[in-house]
């Protein structure tokens, strides 16, 4: 049998391992885990890394995922987050009011950031406990999708569009912190880094605008992070995009529920392994039967010849979802994903 | 410059797919603010400001907001093509604050319990722009909704979620107006109840608009019903 991280080393490299890696990505869920409330539970690196440990051990996932929640960056960057009971934290006001804010805005030394710092000592702490044999996965916010939560969707669709030069002195400040963010949880441990970019999926933004924006710079930023990485859209769609995220150079790409798995594995087959695509939200009220034929039908339309990790299709489970439904979809993924996988030739 | 299509109906009613609609529709996606306004300049010599909105921006932005829902337009597409549609319709009818004509239930726009603005302005934006009127809430918790929804005498809440437990409160606001003894018809929109079809029931909406297109659809309809 395979360590977790051999198994998912073998698919990445497009050759089926013993079983189908299983990425159950629960963030807050190690704050029920501890007892804790979540705004509590984000407070302690030993807090998360215990959550993480306990999960890990509850549900075989196939990853650690010392995530805390998207603000941190935006708390990096001054702002502020605004923490809910029963979900993941919001960003709180924006910390680019006008258009001229631009101008002076520098990107936060990683090392002398007291919230970074936190995640850093969380996956050094992970690192300590499972050595090589699980992967660590990072994440950071793509330089791209930031502005997102530092100016609001809206101010920011319109910089995009109309206000070119302010456009690339953020993505200048961004790309600096992304690459530093990103290299220094791989330098504390993480075995890859998830760069997550929304703003990129063309439920958000069309292709050709894309290809002048969000493309160069995902090329750029991901040339310069020292590991692997892989590209989630955090279930947006992605197909029409799928030539230029491979030659990004990503390794992985996260897949929408929105779209179909088997297209993407015809479009992507041996060149870039695919995650997903489990309806995180749908799967809040599940029946383990219907937790363990979602996970088949997955299996099915992916697994074949590896290049595929099962997941969620959004990068985070919600807090809602019950253990029932996640311990379900590990049996399943025991059950269905044993490779040589024949009985998706029946 | 590119030849305006030409308008050879009496009465200004640009069929869909006509090359009129396409043109409008197509500059609008592209962005191109030039062109749009040639368009809408060259429609307002042959219609009345009020045959312009109702037969020529409401559907282009109906069909434009379905489209995202397709995935055919992204939804900078969408959010671009209202905000230029309102500076259209402004510069034309200069309109200033909120008067609810007497067809028109009382109406109000309002992002609950999260932080995410974008989609309650795109549809704030698309139904302004296409004669509906609405008073926009902004982002409200849900006591001081159910107070203003009162106070207002609302009958028709459009509320707008990006994230799921903010789409688990609209229940809170449904029990807490039934408690109250209002009449109030919720139509939900948000990233949650396109990922799970079957949630809006779930909270207790009385409906679901899937884009900002399907909203103005269902709004209309719920119009015609309390004539």
Redesign the interface.
């Given at each position: 049998m395979m360590t977790a991280m051999q198994r998912v080393l073998t698919t990445l490299s497009h050759h089926e391992p013993d079983q189908v890696p299983l990425f159950l990505l629960t963030t807050m869920h190690g704050a029920k885990e501890l007892g804790l409330t979540i705004k509590d539970y984000f407070s302690r690196a030993e807090y998360v890394i215990e959550g993480q440990m306990r999960l890990l051990h509850k549900y075989g996932s196939d990853c650690l995922y010392p995530f805390f929640y998207a603000p941190l960056e935006l708390e990096a960057f001054g702002g502020t987050t605004?923490f809910?009971e029963?979900?993941?934290p919001?960003?709180?006001m924006p910390i680019i009011h006008k258009v001229s804010d631009i101008d002076t805005l520098i990107p936060p030394k990683v090392t002398t950031t007291a919230c970074l710092v936190k995640v850093l000592e969380t996956i050094h702490g992970l690192k300590q406990r499972v050595g090589d044999t699980i992967p660590i996965i990072g994440v950071v916010i793509s330089p791209f999708s930031l502005p997102v939560m530092q100016m609001?969707?809206?101010r920011y669709?319109?910089l995009?569009?109309e206000h070119p030069q302010h456009f690339a002195r953020l993505m200048a400040v961004n790309e600096a912190f992304c690459v530093e963010w990103a290299n220094a949880q791989l330098a504390a441990g993480a075995t890859a880094i998830c760069y997550f970019d929304p703003v990129s999926s063309?439920?958000?933004?069309?292709r050709e605008?894309y290809l002048q924006t969000g493309y160069p710079i995902a090329c750029r930023t991901l040339a310069r992070i020292q590991g692997p990485t892989a590209t989630h859209l955090a279930?947006g769609?992605g197909l029409p995009l799928v030539e230029d995220i491979i030659t990004t150079g990503t390794a992985v790409v996260g897949v929408s529920?929105?779209e179909k798995l088997s297209q993407w594995k015809a479009a992507a087959a041996g060149r870039i392994s695919l995650l997903g695509d489990l309806?995180?939200?749908?799967m809040?009220?599940w029946t383990p039967a219907e937790a363990e034929s979602k996970v088949k039908e997955a299996i099915r339309q992916a697994g074949k010849g590896g290049g595929f990790i099962l997941s969620d299709n959004h990068g985070e489970i919600?807090?809602?979802v019950p253990d029932e439904i996640l311990l379900a979809i590990g049996e399943a993924i025991k059950h269905w994903g044993r490779y040589p996988l024949e009985w998706c030739n029946e | 410059m590119k030849e305006i299509p030409e308008i050879t109906m009496s009465a200004f009613v640009p069929e869909k797919n006509s090359p009129l609609f396409n043109e409008f529709c197509q500059a609008l996606?592209s962005?191109d603010r030039r062109r749009a306004e040639e368009i809408f300049q060259q429609a307002l010599t042959q219609g009345s400001p009020q045959e312009i909105v109702e037969q020529l921006i409401a559907p282009v932005l109906e069909k434009i907001g379905s489209d995202?829902d397709s995935?055919r337009?992204?939804?900078?597409?969408v959010?671009?093509s209202g905000?230029l549609c309102e500076d259209l319709v402004s510069k034309m009818l200069q309109t200033e604050g909120i008067a609810f004509p007497e067809d028109q239930p009382r109406q109000a726009i309002v992002v609950l319990?999260?932080?995410?603005?974008?989609g309650k302005?795109i549809v704030y934006s698309i139904l302004r722009t296409s004669g509906f009127n609405l008073i926009d809430y902004g982002r409200m918790d849900v006591d001081e909704l159910i107070e203003r929804v009162m106070n207002d005498r609302i009958t028709v809440l459009l509320i707008s979620t990006l994230?799921?437990?903010?789409a688990?409160k609209v229940q809170q606001v449904r029990t807490g107006l039934q408690a109250r003894g209002a009449q109030v018809r919720i139509l939900v929109g948000g990233?949650?109840f396109?990922?799970?079809p079957?949630?809006w029931q779930e909270v207790g909406a009385d409906a679901m608009g899937r884009n900002a297109g399907d909203g103005m659809r269902i709004l209309r309809q719920w119009q015609e019903e309390s004539l």
């Open positions: 605004l809910v029963d979900g993941p919001n960003s709180g609001g969707f809206d669709i319109e995009i569009y063309t439920t958000n933004l069309p605008r279930s769609r529920s929105l309806n995180g939200v749908a809040r009220h919600p807090f809602q | 996606e962005f995202w995935g337009v992204a939804l900078s597409q959010y671009m905000r319990h999260d932080y995410h603005m974008l302005r994230m799921l437990p903010s688990l990233a949650p396109l990922f799970d079957n949630l």
